[in-house]
């Protein structure tokens, strides 16, 4: 079973932005796999809140991103 486990900023994608990004993600698997893989590809987008980052020792919240 194709598996992915995407993080992304928490409140950065609407519902129908999700949708896309978990359909393009299996699309991929499926390219790759061919169609077979597609019914048991699983994919979890998780969203990390505000703060829940860091890259290189650098917290990583909304005013670092610039989305404040």
């Known amino acids: ?37 597609r019914a048991t590809t699983l994919v979890i987008l998780e969203e990390v809140a505000d703060g829940g980052w860091s890259l290189g020792g650098t917290i990583l919240n909304e005013q670092v991103l610039g989305r404040s």
């Open 1 to 37: 079973m194709p598996f992915a486990n995407l993080k992304v900023p928490a409140d950065t994608l609407t519902p129908e932005s999700k949708k896309a990004l978990q359909d393009a993600v299996t699309d991929a698997f499926a390219d790759v796999y061919g169609e077979r893989a």
